[in-house]
């Protein structure tokens, strides 16, 4: 039985491997450094070369839907290097076909032996990323360097033989050196295309570039950013081929220009390996060097601003062609006699206005669009990099009952301040009903009444994100009341809410159909007064407070809308019925407030510490934590936070992509000293502040061995651990909970498409009971591969409707859970290699096998499926072929003594023992 056990951990750990290489060949392994062989022999070398999809591609590249197609061709000359004795060989391979898959075959000098790893690069010359045009062509023939690893079989007299060093071996996998990256660039504010003539792109891991210009083999690169110069008839689809020099976690910059704007994007956590191929649609932000601009949509139009100037007390300048300056008089109406006349303004005041009643506005005789950064205002020459207000009421008004400004097609307002005064833009664009799109809102930390009625009124149809998760009181009261034109809210992700903040915010905008997600628990004073009144069309609403005693919290906040609707609401919470709750007639929904809440550790005893590891060598952003959910402090990683009383607790929130790397030990795991609570939503490491709406994973290994052997968490009595992605990525949660032995309840996994290794290990050793429901349909090599490995006290297993398998999909899934009382049906007819292996070894209670309706037999499909299985009487196999390599081996080793076998009819071919049908059964 012992041997059973270690041929699945065996397994697992090829395939494992086997992933490893594959993800790092096409990385560092291309600036390792690979003397001179020693002494020379001369051999000739054949091999079988293929591409591998999307993942790994060759030479000529096609794009054929979402799959970059490659193929090589005869005059691509491939160098060899001996990566085990650091040695390189002098020679060449080269394909003997056009094709995908093609026989390379050539004469090396070199120093070789059996089980050699020779590392295999195509174009044999030095790689040089630069000068790029941005076409895919133009990749395929100049910039799609790429590499395979082939492990010696055989060294007869002067011929190697040689396969792929993966365990599987056959044809060597070819992996670009680099990713290659579709980018479709559109411009954030008006989702125009940018058609881009340049495009600069740079890949910085604290501050230090990780993107490589060019390779001079065996040993010097050059990092940098990669320049990418088009035609000017440009289009805004650019291609890149991007090597990286690691696989840490980058900020991302691209800078953009189109000939006449420039455009900037960062985003930070962006993991890309080398060697695939991503398509991204990057929303980039217009340059901010232009001042505020009025420009004539109609002719004869004219713009005035009355400044109040007891407040904005130095001068304000004026130009119509952005070169020449002149002084303006407040309340002169600078003339724009025909469509396209311009008048820019800049100015040196910290604030424009006193208060709501001492202000300056800007106002149109006909119709104008308004675009520019409006920091002009406040900073005549530094305003482009300018992001602090510093005075209160700054442009409180500016822009207040203006029916003649208009939001231009392609030119943003620009307003970009992320530190923020109190009203600063109280009523800017209030009454302003030709302005339809809203300008970006950068601040994450709120002032008082800030955005208090900026948007009131106007004609916008859909409105800016709203990331900030530190409020004030006021801050958005009123911001889009009476929007006529908006039917979609933003999302509202604070959990810790200022009085009134929320009041009157969408008050009669009577196409608004549904409301945000207001995942706050604790609601204070009037924080949601009247906050959807008048919402006529509003129809559903989520509201998680689990505390809604506060003043006024929710007076006349849903009065007037629609007749019929949903309510989501926390399970624990009491809410009235009426205007100031639930409406009348509305359906009521509850759900778990755990998803709202950021990863929680919760001591169970008193004393408790909380330690949160990283591996050696990881760049890593460090995650914040919080004991109050209030407060948050930069974590130092593997500093123990101590939870001195039962019921302290201690959160955590990051913005890392993934917390593991490329080896077998870079994870990163949290421990704890004494028994603690953990629940909440784990999508808290991956998006701080966007964690309550996430469901996307975007990087490998995410959640690997996150509470690896933790044995101090336990389930909360009432909330749970949510994982709530519904798109993985390869071995995202592996071995998550492994070892976890108090860990009695599993958090619900609503995935329907499983990625390689997704499950693998997730809840081995573990206390569950009952396993999580497994929907999904579309399954990947090894996704629940030992998934409730020995869980001793799992009694129930989950349906598996699957009907196409993968390569050691339920490899081991049940192995050793001595407490499973029956298996699940298994309906797929179509086997693959290794798919049932060991799927219920030693589930002692199991009585009957499910029927295995597949004709036809695979590669290890069933063996040791049922192995001391010692209570199984009953299996019904209906294979008619099972020729298979070692399809049946050992698979009904051990089971009772007596029982049924059914078999199909014209079936004849069934050995006896524990390789065919146990002796001592009756066959049917």
């Known amino acids: 039985m012992k041997k059973i056990i270690t041929d699945i951990k065996s397994l697992a750990a090829l395939l494992m491997a086997g992933a490893a290489l594959a993800a790092c060949s096409g990385d560092d392994n291309i600036v390792e450094e690979l003397p001179a062989t020693p002494t020379q022999h001369t051999y000739t070398m054949t ?23 490659a193929t090589w061709e005869t005059s691509n000359e491939v160098k060899a290097y001996n990566y085990t004795q650091s040695s390189a060989f002098t020679g060449s391979l080269k394909p003997q076909s056009d094709g995908a898959l093609a026989t390379l075959t050539g004469s090396l000098t070199g120093s070789v032996a059996v089980d050699d790893i020779i590392y295999l690069r195509w174009p044999s010359v030095d790689a040089d990323y630069t000068g790029q045009d941005g076409t895919l062509e133009t990749i395929a023939q100049h910039y799609d360097y790429t590499t395979g690893f082939a492990q010696v079989t055989s060294v007869d007299g002067t011929t190697i033989g040689a396969e792929d060093s993966s365990p599987s071996g056959g044809p060597v996998l070819f992996t670009n050196s680099q990713a290659i990256v579709k980018f479709t660039l559109i411009d954030k504010a008006t989702d125009s295309p940018i058609n881009a003539t340049q495009l600069t ?36 689809v650019v291609y890149a081929a991007l090597p990286f020099s690691s696989q840490a976690h980058f900020t991302f910059n691209l800078a953009a220009t189109d000939g006449t704007n420039t455009y900037t994007y960062e985003k930070a956590g962006v993991t890309m390996l080398n060697g695939r191929y991503y398509e991204i649609t990057v929303k980039m932000n217009a340059s901010q060097a232009t001042p505020l601009t009025f420009e004539a949509k109609e002719a004869d139009a004219s713009v005035t601003f009355n400044i109040h100037t007891s407040t904005a007390t130095n001068p304000v300048e004026y130009s119509t062609d952005g070169s020449n300056w002149t002084h303006y008089t407040s309340g002169t109406a600078i003339p724009l006699a025909n469509v396209g006349d311009k008048v820019m303004f800049r100015g040196d005041n910290a604030t424009y206005a006193a208060s709501s009643d001492a202000v300056s506005t800007f106002t149109c005789d006909n119709d104008c669009y308004v675009y520019g950064n409006v920091m002009s205002l406040v900073s005549p020459t530094g305003y482009e990099t300018a992001t602090a207000l ?59 009444g800030c955005y208090l009625q900026m948007f009131k009124g106007t004609g916008i149809t859909v409105a800016p994100t709203l990331p900030s998760t530190t409020l004030a009181n006021n801050c958005y009261e009123l911001m889009f009341c009476e929007c006529q034109g908006l039917t979609t809210p933003p999302d509202l992700p604070a959990t810790t809410l200022a009085d009134e903040c929320y009041a009157g915010m969408f008050a009669l905008s009577r196409n608004l159909e549904y409301g945000p997600v207001l995942p706050a628990a604790t609601l204070v004073k009037e924080c949601y007064t009247a906050m959807f009144q008048g919402c006529t069309k509003l129809n559903s609403v989520t509201c998680l407070a689990t505390n809604i005693s506060a003043e006024g919290c929710t007076a006349m906040w849903l009065s007037g809308v629609a007749a019929n609707g949903t309510f989501t609401k926390a399970g624990t919470t009491s809410w009235s019925t009426g205007v100031n709750g639930i409406p009348v007639g509305w359906t009521v929904n509850m759900t778990d407030i755990s998803k709202v809440m950021p990863l929680t550790f919760e001591a169970k005893e008193a004393g408790a510490s909380v330690t949160f590891k990283t591996y050696t060598g990881s760049t890593l952003s460090a995650p914040e934590y919080s004991t109050d959910g209030s407060s948050w402090t930069r974590y130092t990683w593997g500093t123990a936070i101590t939870l ?20 077998s030990y870079d994870y990163s795991t949290f421990t704890c000293d004494k028994d603690c609570y953990v629940y909440g939503n784990v999508m808290s490491l991956v998006s701080s502040t966007g964690y309550v709406s996430a469901t996307t994973l975007t990087a490998g290994s995410t959640f690997r061995k996150l509470f690896e052997k933790n044995t101090h968490i336990v389930n909360h009595p009432t909330l749970s651990i949510v994982l709530p992605a519904t798109t993985l990525t390869n071995s995202c949660y592996y071995a998550m909970f492994d070892g976890c032995s108090q860990l009695t309840k599993a958090p619900a996994l609503p995935a329907t498409k499983m990625e390689q290794g997704c499950y693998w290990g997730m809840f081995s050793e573990t206390g569950i009971t009952a396993a999580p429901a497994l929907p999904a349909q579309t399954l990947a090599n090894a996704c629940y591969m030992l998934m409730f490995d020995n869980c001793p006290h799992l009694t129930t297993p989950p349906a598996l409707p699957a009907t196409t398998l993968a390569e050691s999909c339920y490899a081991g899934m049940f192995l050793q859970c001595s407490s499973l009382e029956y298996a699940p049906e298994l309906p797929a007819t179509t086997m693959m290699k290794n798919c049932y292996y060991a799927m219920f070894t030693m589930c002692g ?11 036809t037999l695979a590669e290890g499909c069933y063996m040791s499926m049922f192995s001391q299985c010692t209570n199984l009487n009953s299996v019904t196999c209906l294979a008619t072929n099972i020729s298979a390599k070692n399809c049946t081996y050992d698979w009904l080793t051990g089971v009772a003594a007596t029982g049924t076998f059914t078999k199909a009819g014209e079936m004849t071919g069934w050995t006896t023992g524990g390789n065919g049908i146990p002796e001592g059964w009756t066959v049917k």
């Open 201 to 236: 792109i740079d890949a910085k891991v604290k501050g230090e570039s990780r993107l490589i210009q060019s390779i001079t083999y065996p040993n010097t690169y050059t990092l940098g950013p990669i320049t990418i110069d088009r035609t000017s008839s440009a289009d805004n």
């Open 47 to 69: 091999i079988e070369a293929t591409k591998g999809g999307d993942a790994a591609t060759t030479r000529a590249l096609a794009l054929a839907g979402k799959t970059l197609n």
């Open 845 to 855: 209670k199991i009585t009957t096998a499910p029927v295995l309706p597949a004709a």
């Open 644 to 663: 001195e009383n039962v019921g302290d607790k201690v959160m955590f929130r990051g913005d890392n992509a993934t917390y593991a790397g490329g080896g």
């Open 390 to 448: 510093t005075a209160g009421n700054t442009f409180c008004n500016l822009f207040k009952a203006n029916n003649h400004i208009w939001s231009h097609p392609t030119n943003p307002i620009v307003l970009p301040a992320t530190t923020l005064a109190d009203y600063c833009y109280f009523g800017m664009f209030d009454g302003c009903t030709n302005l339809t799109k809203a300008p970006t809102l950068p601040a994450t930390k709120m002032e008082v």
